[in-house]
């Protein structure tokens, strides 16, 4: 089955919970801004690992979205000021 890029971003309130979804998404991609990384997920892990994260929240004050980029839309993703684009091919960070 074939990975997407998926753009995974957070909103928090709770200190500790931030931090548990934090590490989680290191573990599975990697950082592109505070609270936004980029993973690479086939569709069953991505619905696998963002509903794990989702039993971390407390829905509510908290938020996660992850949003699926097909593969011909990677190259069109803008890039503007510092911070480099990543050049793996697996796993990036939402």
């Known amino acids: 089955m074939k990975r997407h890029l998926w753009m995974v971003t957070y909103d928090i309130s709770a200190n500790d919970t931030r931090r ?3 590490r989680a998404l290191a573990a599975l991609g990697e950082r592109a801004q505070h609270s936004v990384f980029e993973c690479h997920f086939t569709l069953p892990e991505a619905r696998l690992y963002l509903g ?7 829905t ?7 949003y699926p980029f097909c593969g011909s839309c990677k190259p069109e993703i803008a890039w503007f000021g510092k911070g480099e684009r990543s050049t793996n091919k697996r796993v990036w960070l939402i």
């Open 20 to 22: 548990q979804v934090e």
């Open 60 to 66: 509510d004050t908290d938020s996660l979205r992850a």
């Open 52 to 58: 794990r994260l989702a039993t971390m929240l407390d």
